[in-house]
């Protein structure tokens, strides 16, 4: 140490000036970005957060109904959807940890504790989104709420006790940089 130092008194002022300023603008970028990626990944969060909370809603009975068939199956062994896959994961999660895939669902979400704790004790405000995995272990963001179905000409909506909807879509989180 006492070596380099020793060849940076040696140095002309100007030098020592260029690479002091040097050091500050390499500091000065790296500090930048570092910040940009923590607020790019913020609304990355966010952007995805919001796209999970505006799929929630009532369902329909027939919806939940069809849901009852594929429970314990991957619904992508199921070809009876007419409207093909969807890149969301949707699926009904009972109280005894039975899980119940849409038609049409990307396929299934592991279910944690938590998600367990929601199913017995619902929240109408639904959980918050937490970063999973699904069935093959692919990362997913995952948002639980309760299971609301409508049925009728005038839909009421209506609760179903010890049971929630998960609703998940897939994710790649961003790497540091």
């Known amino acids: 140490m006492n070596r380099a130092v020793r060849r ?12 002091l300023v040097a050091a500050a603008v390499a500091f000065g970028v790296a500090a930048v970005s570092v910040t940009c990626w923590f607020i790019v990944q913020g609304k990355l969060y966010d952007e995805i957060d919001t796209n999970l909370k505006a799929q929630k809603g009532p369902v329909s009975y027939g919806s939940v109904k069809r849901a009852g068939y594929n429970c314990g199956r991957d619904p992508k ?11 969301y994961y949707t699926q009904v ?47 997913v963001r995952v948002l639980i709420m ?19 909807v998960v609703v998940a879509a897939p994710w790649r989180a961003p790497s540091p940089p």
């Open 8 to 19: 940076f008194r040696t140095l002309p002022i100007r030098s020592r000036l260029a690479l």
């Open 77 to 87: 062994s199921s070809d009876e959807s007419l409207h093909g896959r969807s890149e």
């Open 93 to 139: 999660v009972k109280a005894d940890g039975t899980v119940c895939a849409f038609d049409g669902s990307a396929g299934t979400v592991k279910v944690t504790s938590s998600d367990m704790a929601m199913v017995k004790n619902p929240s109408w405000a639904g959980g918050a989104p937490r970063t999973g995995t699904d069935s093959e272990g692919n990362p």
């Open 146 to 164: 309760p299971l609301i179905v409508t049925d009728g000409p005038v839909p009421v909506p209506t609760p179903v006790d010890n049971t929630a």
